[in-house]
């Protein structure tokens, strides 16, 4: 079936890296993408939001690329800090449904 | 504030009892939904509802229930049908298709 996946479980990095944070979805149908953040124990949290017909978008210190040929979704996040650490997930809207989420990266940034 | 309130925090339940866990949201959003976390995993959808006094199942609707009988509320019932209860509860909810759905804290369910 359709699905929204993630390349990596984890990631780690230094304080003041960049990081990259990579997702795949399948379903070329789907035409609005999400990521969201999640620190444990609480929901998500939404950080940027992108569609289909952009490639990429900016917010603070975050920047989302979509690149529809290969089906390919990445977060961009500048000067990663320690408050970055939590699950990043992704999320696709198909048509007339709910959202479809990928099982999340773990990102842990060191000082 | 402006939010989604998800209660309780934490929930036990015993063998065959149903439970109910509480969302309300001051959001105006037309529409909520439900999504049961495991550990290490993403979000699947339970129920979502559109629209008062309508809603329609998701990816693992079975042994759960739902009512929307006002905007700002979309309570979802755990039955004693569903048997693998065990998980992390969220509730959403958006002002459209193509806005970004905004999330409780979650109700953690436990059995007893």
């Known amino acids: 079936g359709e699905s929204v996946g993630l390349h990596l479980p984890t990631l780690s990095v230094q304080e003041g890296d960049n990081s990259i944070i990579n997702c795949a979805y399948s379903n070329s149908a789907s035409d609005y993408f999400i990521w969201y953040k999640q620190e444990s124990g609480k929901g998500p949290q939404f950080i940027i939001d992108?569609?289909?017909?952009?490639d990429k978008r900016q917010g603070q210190r975050v920047t989302v690329l979509l690149n529809k040929t290969v089906k390919h979704l990445s977060l961009q996040i500048a000067a990663t800090q320690p408050g970055d650490s939590a699950v990043y997930f992704c999320?696709?809207?198909?048509?007339?449904?709910?959202?479809?989420f990928g099982k999340g990266t773990t990102l842990s940034v060191s000082s | 504030d402006g939010g989604i309130t998800q209660s309780p925090k934490y929930l036990f339940r015993k063998e065959g009892q149903n439970v109910t866990l509480s969302c309300e949201q001051n959001l105006n959003h037309d529409a909520m939904y439900w999504y049961r976390q495991d550990p290490g995993q993403g979000l699947r959808l339970i129920y979502y509802?559109?629209?008062?006094?309508?809603?329609q199942k998701g990816d693992i609707a079975e042994g759960y229930s739902v009512s929307r009988e006002k905007k700002e509320s979309f309570p979802l019932t755990v039955t004693s049908a569903q048997k693998n209860p065990t998980a992390f509860y969220l509730c959403a909810s958006s002002a459209g298709r193509d806005q970004p759905q905004h999330f409780g804290d979650g109700t953690r369910l436990s059995i007893l």
């Open positions: 999320a696709e809207n198909q048509a007339g449904t709910a959202l479809i």
């Open positions: 992108i569609r289909s017909n952009m």
């Open positions: 509802s559109q629209i008062v006094n309508d809603f």
